[in-house]
C-alpha cells in the first residue's frame, strides 16, 4: 500500500480493534541491516550503546562518525539499503494474527527518500499494511489513528521517547516496547511501569491479542 504522511488519509474501520506498529527494530531488524549496508563502504557497527550514529566508526576508527556524516549514511541506507534488511522472526505471522480481527498500521519514522523503498519491503515479507511516514515524536500520529475508531487501540514501538509521547498524547492507548535486536535489548532504556516490555513477537502478538479483547484473558 502506498505511504502517506498525514494519519487522517489511512482507512480504518471505526468498529474494529487497532494495532499501530513501528518497523525498525520491531518489524525490522534495523541495526544487522545497516552494519551489513555499511560495511562494503569502510564503516562498522560497534553496539556498545542505544544510539545510531554513535555506534557506527570507520573501521579502526577510535572516534565515532559525527551527525552529518552518520545522517547522510543513513539518508543513503533509506533510498538504497532495504535488501540488506531482515524482518524480526514472528513479525509478519503475528500481525497476520492480529490482523483477522484487528486493523494494523504501520507507523516509522523514516526519510522521504525512504518512502516507496520501505512500502516495498514490508510488501516482500508480508506487511502489506497502510504506512504512515513521520517525523519526530509519535505521540500526535498515534492520537489521531486511535480517534477514527471506537474500539481500543495499542501501540508497538522499541524508542522510550515515542512511547512516551503516545502516552501523553493519547494516553487511552496501550503501548508495548519491542526490542528485536538482541545487542541491544540490554541497553535500551525502558520503564515497564508505563509500558509493556516484550521482546519477543509470539509473547508479544497474544499479550496485544488479549489486552484488544480478541482473545480471552
Known sequence: MPAVADPTNVEIDPE??????????????????FGRFLEPKGYEM???????????YRAGATEHLDFTEGRTLFDDFFRF???????????????????QNASVVILTNAPDCGREPRAA???????????????GAKGE?????????SAPA????DLLPNLESAAESAPQVHRFQLVADARLQ???P??????RRIDDWPTLRIAIARTLGLIAP
Open 121 to 135: 519491503w514490508l510488501a516482500r515479507h508480508g506487511m502489506d499494511y497502510p504506512m504512515v511516514i513521520n517525523q
Open 186 to 188: 540490554p541497553l535500551a
Open 46 to 56: 560497534r553496539i556498545d550503546r542505544f544510539a545510531l550514529f554513535q555506534n557506527i
Open 81 to 99: 539499503g532495504h535488501d540488506h534488511l531482515e524482518p524480526t522472526p514472528h513479525a509478519a505471522d503475528s500481525l497476520r494474527a492480529l490482523s
Open 154 to 157: 495499542a501501540f508497538v514501538d
Open 190 to 195: 525502558s520503564a515497564p511501569d508505563r509500558h
Open 141 to 149: 500520529a498515534v492520537a489521531v489513528l486511535a480517534a477514527r475508531t
Open 16 to 33: 474494529r480493534p487497532l494495532v499501530i506498529v513501528d518497523v525498525d527494530e520491531v518489524l525490522a531488524l534495523f541495526m544487522v541491516g
